[in-house]
C-alpha cells in the first residue's frame, strides 16, 4: 500500500517499488493507495484515487472551472462561479486564486463588476460594460454605479445622469442649482422654472418670487386684498394704494383710507376737482364745527343756533353778529319800535323822540319820564 513499481523495473531491481505520493487534500481515502498496475479498463499506472473535481496522477490540481483544494472539501475543489456575462469568450474558469479571466471593463473576482466608469454588465458588450454618460456640468465626476448608472449629482441637481435641477431648484451650471426663493404667502408652491428661477403665483400677486401684490392690492399675507381706492378722491385717479398699508394716495382736500371722505372745513367730492373736495368757506363765528362743517352736496354750513345763510353769515332777526356769534338784540320793549336790531352793531331803533341807548331805554339829556 502507498506503493507501486513503474513499467519495466523488475523485483531484483534496487527500486522495483516507489511511493505514490497522492495529494492528501484531493484522494477520496486517506491510505494514500494508488493504482499497481495498467488496467484493462483504461486504469492508470500510479494514479491515485481522487475526488470528483481533482484531477492529476497525485490527485493535486483542480478541474477546469474549479479552484482551491482542500481536505476538507468532499469534491476537493469549489467552483470559480464566474459571471460569464463578464469573462472573456464566456469562460467559467479561474486560477488557483479563484480570480476569473474578466474582460476590459470588468473587475471583481467573479467579473461580476464594472470597473469604475462603467456600468450595465451585459455579454453582448465585448468589453463587459459600457462608459458612464454623467452630465459633465452637473455630475460630481465621471463614476456611476455599475449596475443602476446612477451619478453622484452635485448640490441641487437630480436624474440619473445628473443632467437637471431637483425639483424646488433653478439655474443648472457647473455649480449646481440654486433653491427657489419663492416667497410661501404669494406662491402656489417651492417650485419655479428651471431656468429662470421664475416662480408661480397665486392670484393678485406678482414678482419673479411672488413677493408683492400686483398694483390695485395690497397686504400678501391676506393673499393680497383689493385696495378699493375712491378714485375721484385719489391723486391721478389711480386704483394703487401702498401694498404694505392699503392707504391710497389722496388729493389735497381729501382723507381717509380710501380717500372717500372730505377733510374737515371741505365738501362735495368730485373727480373733476384737482384737489378733491371744495371749501366750505363757513363764516367762522357762527359755524357749528362739533359736527361735519357743512352738508356734503349742498355745502350749506353747520349753523349755531341763531345764525343763517350758506355760509352762516347772518344772525336771524333779533340777534346782531359780534366776533362771537350772534347776540340776542334786547331792545327794551317801552322804547324800541320792535325787537329788531342792527344787525351790525346792536342799535334798537327807539320810538319817539328823546329816547335813547342802544336798547332804547333811557331818555337823552334834557328828557324825562322814560316810558312806563
Same mark, same amino acid.
Given at each position: 500500500m502507498g506503493y507501486f513499481a513503474p513499467s519495466g523495473t523488475f523485483p531484483s531491481d534496487p527500486t522495483p517499488c516507489i511511493p505514490c505520493a497522492c /495529494? %492528501? /487534500? @484531493?484522494i477520496? #481515502? $486517506? $491510505? @494514500? #493507495? =494508488?493504482a499497481k498496475g495498467q488496467g484493462s479498463g483504461g486504469e492508470i499506472l500510479g494514479q491515485c484515487s481522487c475526488k470528483t473535481r481533482v484531477t492529476g496522477l497525485k490527485c493535486d490540481a483542480c478541474e477546469v472551472g474549479y479552484f482551491n483544494l482542500t481536505a476538507a472539501n468532499p469534491e476537493g475543489c469549489e467552483p470559480c462561479g464566474c459571471n460569464t456575462d463578464g469573462t472573456f469568450n464566456a469562460l467559467d474558469t479561474c486560477n488557483p486564486d479563484g480570480q476569473c479571466q474578466c474582460k476590459t471593463r470588468v473587475t471583481g473576482l467573479k467579473c461580476d463588476m464594472c470597473r469604475p466608469g462603467t456600468t450595465n +454588465?451585459?455579454?453582448g458588450n465585448v468589453g463587459g460594460c459600457e462608459e458612464c454618460s454623467c452630465d459633465t456640468v @452637473?455630475?460630481? #465626476? &465621471?463614476?456611476c454605479d455599475g449596475v443602476t *448608472?446612477? =451619478? %453622484? =449629482?452635485?448640490p441641487g441637481v437630480n436624474g440619473i445622469l445628473c443632467d437637471t435641477c431637483l425639483p424646488g431648484y433653478f439655474g443648472f451650471s457647473a455649480s449646481g442649482c440654486v433653491r427657489c426663493e419663492c416667497v410661501e404667502e404669494g406662491a402656489l408652491n417651492n417650485v419655479c422654472d428651471a431656468v429662470t @428661477?421664475? =416662480?408661480s403665483c397665486a392670484d393678485n400677486v406678482r414678482g419673479d418670487n411672488c413677493e408683492a401684490c400686483e398694483d390695485g392690492f395690497y397686504n400678501i399675507t391676506d393673499g393680497c386684498v383689493s385696495c378699493d381706492c375712491n378714485t375721484a378722491g385719489s391723486v391721478n385717479a389711480t386704483s394703487v394704494c401702498n401694498k404694505v398699508t392699503g392707504f391710497c394716495p389722496c388729493k389735497s382736500n381729501v382723507q381717509g383710507e380710501r380717500c372717500d371722505r372730505c377733510l374737515s372745513g371741505f &365738501?362735495? +367730492?368730485? *373727480? &373733476?376737482n384737482p384737489d378733491g373736495c371744495s371749501s366750505c368757506d363757513c363764516f367762522e363765528p357762527n359755524t357749528n364745527f362739533s359736527s361735519s362743517v357743512c352738508d356734503s352736496?349742498? +355745502?350749506q354750513c353747520n349753523c349755531n343756533a341763531m345764525a343763517t345763510g350758506m355760509r352762516c353769515e347772518s344772525c336771524v332777526g333779533g340777534f346782531y353778529q359780534t366776533d362771537v356769534g350772534c347776540v340776542a338784540c334786547n331792545c327794551d320793549s317801552s322804547g324800541a319800535v320792535s325787537g329788531v336790531c342792527n344787525s351790525t352793531t346792536g342799535e334798537c331803533e327807539c320810538m319817539s323822540v328823546g329816547v335813547a341807548g342802544r336798547i332804547c331805554d333811557s331818555c337823552l339829556p334834557g328828557f324825562f319820564q322814560f316810558p312806563t
Open positions: /495529494n %492528501e /487534500n @484531493g477520496t #481515502d $486517506n $491510505n @494514500g #493507495d =494508488c +454588465l451585459t455579454a @452637473g455630475a460630481v #465626476d &465621471s463614476i *448608472g446612477v =451619478c %453622484e =449629482c452635485k @428661477g421664475a =416662480c &365738501s362735495n +367730492l368730485i *373727480g &373733476s352736496v349742498t +355745502l
